[in-house]
């Protein structure tokens, strides 16, 4: 998403939500200006963490490449305070490794922003990181990689999900 134009090209064609990325870290007036317009549950704002030597989450952009200088948990709160629903949080370090979330990283948004439901990514290899991400306050977690190389299925993933939360299990 660039402009005003694609954002409605988008939710114009039927989708509910946009994912807006790199853009929202570069131009955060422009996305800001988005929600109001466009309406909070209709934006999706994803970024891409990165922890530095201190321990501080960043947000490199340009798929990595490039520093922003901008802290996770600052450009968050401005988002936030204005009434964001929807983020999806990539742990750069640990996407596509099948290492585990960093549950966490989480939990701390979780704590920082319960008005924010945030899709964990980066590291899920089994059931228990899908489980993790839920305890750890997680509304979704991205399954990439090990949906990818069959470590389990989105029904094994749901069902495990039903089973911790003890909803009654559909038979086949």
Known sequence: MRDDADVLA???AGASRVVIGSLAVRQANRVLGWLERFGNDRIT???DARADEAGVFRLPVHGWTEASGLALF???KRYADTGLR??????IARDGMLAGLNLGLYREIATRFPEVAVQASGGV????DV???RAAGAGGAILGKALL???FTMVDALAALDAAEGRPQETA
Request: hydrophobic fraction near 50%; include cysteine; charge should be negative.
């Open 10 to 12: 988008i939710l114009g």
């Open 45 to 47: 704002i994803a970024l």
């Open 74 to 76: 600052d450009l968050l």
């Open 86 to 91: 929807h983020l999806l949080c990539t742990d």
């Open 125 to 128: 290899a089994s059931l228990d």
């Open 131 to 133: 489980l993790g991400a």
């Open 149 to 151: 190389d069959g470590r």
